[in-house]
């Protein structure tokens, strides 16, 4: 079965239910739990449907991450995802799971990144910024926001007369393609 893998999303989930089915496939990992920050978030559904586990945590839980810690742990978790999560990891964690805990990030790193950069709002910096390409960057997590070390990163285009949705439909598509596959070759390697 492989190693055994947490998602940690906050918002829709397109992402954790395309790792989730990659992995179903696959000899490397499964996904056994998925944790969220928010009650109402789309993934709940989303990977609840698919037979995973979900819980939900309060955001003074995320603070101290005594709770998640021993969610994690119950579930004998080797290895972390980020997928579109976006409180910060608690130190716990860090400690608990070094060089295990990996974020993709919706743009080129180090630009459009930091506190408050998560979905449309970095696809419209990035058109506001009168660029011609974005992306996506896989990196390690550390105690800052989007700075930890970079793994992978992958470019599309950015049109004159693209929308925020735009970039965010071309940049999903990449992050579908290439988060799997690079959590995959991370998790033969720990
Ligand atoms: C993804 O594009 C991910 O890169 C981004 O949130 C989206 C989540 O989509 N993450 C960040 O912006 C983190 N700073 P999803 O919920 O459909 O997977």
Redesign the pocket.
Known sequence: MGKRIAVF?S??????ENLITYFDKSESGRVVLVLTNKADAG?IDRVEKMGILCKVFANDQWKTGEAILKALHEEDIDFIVL????LRIPLNLLHAYPHHIV????ALLPKFGGKG???DR?HQAVIDAGETHTG?TIHYIDEHY?EGSIIFQAECPVYPTDTSSDV?ER??QL?YRYYPDVVEQLLYKV
């Open positions: 999303a918002g829709n989930g397109s992402n954790a993934v997928a579109g999560f976006l974020n993709i990030h919706p950069m998560y979905g970095v996506i989007d965010a940049v999903h992050e």
